[in-house]
């Protein structure tokens, strides 16, 4: 077999919180979350071959500021795959990256998303999707919803996921920043700024629930809340300038993603968000502009090579 036969491509998508509320810290670090995900149309790509040993190699933008090789999330998930399903991690990883690194987006969770079930088809597992969310759990609290895609109401550290029926296409403009934040230090910010009495638990996704039953775009960009926003933009004052210039240049709503530095920009519909990514990337507030659609699909093979575990008969049905 080729190399080329044996390739598995897979794709996985960003994603931004239409509502991120943040709990208390638990005694294991973590915070209780309640959060509406959304997957975009801004994909990492990943191709995955059988190799002589585990390599992760990473390009595209960002790519030098990204761990290559077993550090690397999707090395990681490799790694504990192969663990389960008792074969050896040789694969050549590599990663194409168009999701903004360290952006709030979850680049490095769709990475390990899309490395588990790109090594699933490789090594012809057929694993049933429970055993891919424990370890995509165990992997980072956003690994789940990368898998999942679509809009989803999240729970716990973020892994517990309920599917939201909603209807519409959300129009989106991304405002990404020069230089990405750590979630560790934005959280850690929070809980400072709460510590003083500065910020406090903004409410429940209700409105956000409601207005994707509706496909209500005005309702949706009204509701838009991120708990974390206050600590972003602590670190970060210049994201308050985005936010504003977004709504003055007509987008029906604004919001950080996940800890930031990325603003999300919810336009009333394509036309508007071409206009309104023109207009923000001629202002001086933001490294560069993309635009993307959701909900999408959440991480999916592109091209299936795979010849299965050397020594074990590939199951014939991926789970
Ligand atoms: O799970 P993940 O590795 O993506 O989390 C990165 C960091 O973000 C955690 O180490 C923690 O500091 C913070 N975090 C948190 N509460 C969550 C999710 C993440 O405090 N629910």
Redesign the pocket.
């Known amino acids: 077999m080729s190399e080329d036969a044996a390739t598995v491509a897979v794709r996985a998508p960003a994603k931004l919180n239409l509502h991120l509320g ?1 709990g208390a ?2 005694p294991d ?5 309640t959060t509406v995900f959304q997957a975009v149309s801004l994909y990492d790509e990943l191709r995955l071959s059988p190799a002589g040993e585990l390599t992760v190699t990473v390009c595209g933008e960002g790519a030098e500021t990204v761990p290559s090789g077993r550090e690397n999330l999707a090395g990681r998930a490799v790694s504990a795959l192969a663990a389960l399903a008792g074969c050896s991690p040789a694969v050549a990883v590599a990663i194409r990256k168009s999701i903004p690194v360290a952006g709030g987006m ?1 680049g ?2 769709a990475d390990a998303a899309a490395a588990l079930l790109g090594c699933d088809a490789l090594w012809g597992l057929g694993l049933q999707r429970p055993a891919l969310d424990t370890l995509a759990a165990a ?5 789940p919803f990368a898998l999942h895609g679509g809009t989803a109401l999240a729970t ?4 517990r996921l309920t599917t939201v029926l909603g209807q519409g296409d959300y129009h989106w403009v991304f405002a990404l920043a020069a230089g990405g934040l750590a ?2 230090a ?3 910010e929070l809980d400072r700024l709460r510590a003083a009495g500065d910020s406090r638990p903004g409410g429940d996704p209700q409105a956000v629930l409601a207005a994707l039953r509706l496909g209500d775009v005005p309702a949706l960009g009204r509701a838009l809340h991120n708990d974390l926003a206050e600590a972003a933009f602590s670190l970060r004052p210049q994201l308050r300038r985005v936010c504003e210039a977004g709504r003055e240049l007509g987008a029906v709503g604004s919001v950080v993603c996940g ?1 930031g530095p990325t603003v999300a920009l919810l336009t009333r519909d394509a036309s508007d968000a071409v206009k309104i990514a023109a207009a923000l990337a001629g202002l001086d507030v933001c490294r560069t502009v993309r635009r993307a659609v959701g909900p999408v699909a959440g991480a999916r093979i592109t091209a299936a090579g795979g010849g299965g575990v050397p020594g074990r008969p590939a199951r014939s049905k991926p789970g």
């Open positions: 943040v810290r638990r670090g973590y915070h209780e979350l979850a490095g969770s992997l980072g609290s956003d690994v716990g550290r973020g892994e979630t560790p934005v959280y850690a800890s």
